[in-house]
């Protein structure tokens, strides 16, 4: 899947970079294997890939639009993609 560019947001310490505030697209939505949860792929306005693990039982659907707030804990690459995994994240609103 080649829908974000090569690349990282933030620094190589992402988690000192502090909150930040992003519209994003939501992607891709995987439930865990055991139902207990749902990981979550979003694209920010720079196509870069914003990843949210969570146990929450969230009613957006993919290709909806939120407005959020979150950290970036760290970066990783799953598949051939860069991730930009989060915490603290926090749906403001459905666009």
């Known amino acids: 899947m080649a829908l974000w560019p090569k690349g990282f947001t933030g620094s ?52 909806d639009r939120i407005r959020a707030t979150f950290t970036i804990k760290s970066h990783r690459e799953y598949n051939g993609v860069r991730e930009n995994v989060t915490k603290s994240f926090n749906v403001i609103e459905v666009l």
């Open 12 to 63: 190589d310490r992402p988690y000192r970079d502090g909150p930040r505030e992003a519209e994003l697209s939501l992607v891709e939505k995987f439930d865990y294997r055991d139902g207990s949860g749902v990981c979550l792929r979003f694209a920010d306005e720079a196509g870069y890939c914003i990843v949210w693990f969570t146990k929450r039982r969230l009613h957006i659907d993919v290709g």
